[in-house]
């Protein structure tokens, strides 16, 4: 049996009780190695196989094969299929038909991380990746572009690394051509672990600013404000009566 | 103290720890009669007030009001910000300068409703209302448009009510007119509660299915596909090497 687990921002607290009655109950955990060494400090008796990045592959058909006689969890940040491993998990399942797979849902670090800064995500809102590995960057600016046009707020996940050092400034131009460089903004690292740290400012900050991959970022619509320190776009209840 | 907090689908098993630990050390739970009513099986003990729909206001009032002196959790189904109360109690918290609030992230039905179906959210997506209680219809439409045509999945919130019973239909036809008819799509109804229901189906069957507000619609992007019964975005991995 193969359970695809996504166990939340990293925080034991963010995990959902069913990720964590599942990791119990599984002779393997399977993940990147940087989430197993997560998991390895709230569960230090479990069975671990871990793989570096870019090995995913491998890793997914090491916790199939292995799921024929156990029970395996394949372990995400966040959410399962959010830039997970659920979704290739059930692409290569078709090798194993014996295989049971199981999803299981878990706390996106859009969530997690809009939790910190107040409460960003209370519209309408597009989730897009920066990252440009599977991705062509044409349909990601493209994304950013459509986003931007229809005054949804904005999460972006992989906002930078070695190789794409400007990528989120020029989601922050694109951005611009259509929203006000005031527009409130905010950033969360290294969410729900050791060492967070958020941000709010302005779109024309944010376009300045480095970021490195631990952080998640959020752009907020046309009438997302700072009340008391807090990023809070609001879903338009009079407040006034 | 005031706590806002996501219990995710309605499952004791989909709410976090952190949830679970915050409800158990409230003196008062408040939140809209459908979600409390959830509550009183988990935690039957407790002390509750709940307010029918339209009462949001009033509601968060009586949580900030009673957080001045005791221990309040203002819950929301999913998560806290999405279409929730954390942006609400945020913005009212101004009258309450003695009042700490903390807003506690949860699973929002596009990650517990994706899990159902598989693994819709596999790249960017985006969540749109289709409620037009505090939105107007064209600004709805038009963002429904915008994410049609940069290729998003689209999750869909609130699809139908006696109200607006055509509402997913007029959705659906702007879609069609930048996305394929044959587009992956899936409902899930009564998300991790009894009763739950799933369907995978094609976008112009879609258009032809009644929803109620129980459900939650995803639209899957060009590359999306049914893979053993499940609905699958891929990421872009490459399947066979």
Redesign the interface.
Known sequence: MLYVV?F?SG????????A??IILKSDIIVGYTAYTDILKKYFPDKEYYSTGMRQ??ERVIYALENSKKKTVSLVCSG??????M???A?????NYPDVDIE??????SA??G???L????????????LSDL??PWD??I??I???S????VIVIYNPSSKKRADYLSRACDMIMMYRNPDTVCGTVRNIGREGQESRILTLSELKNTAVDMFTTVFIGNSETKV??G?M????????N?
């Open positions: 996504g939340g925080s034991r607290e963010n995990m959902t009780l069913e964590e009655k995913e592959r959410d399962s299929s959010v830039y997970g659920a979704g290739l059930i692409e290569l399942s078709i999803i299981i849902s878990g706390v996106t969530l997690s809009g939790a910190v107040g409460s960003p995500l209370g519209h309408d809102f597009t989730v897009i990746s599977l991705t349909k990601i493209r994304r572009e459509y986003a046009i229809s005054d949804c009340i008391n807090r809070v776009t609001p879903r338009g209840y009079k407040i009566e």
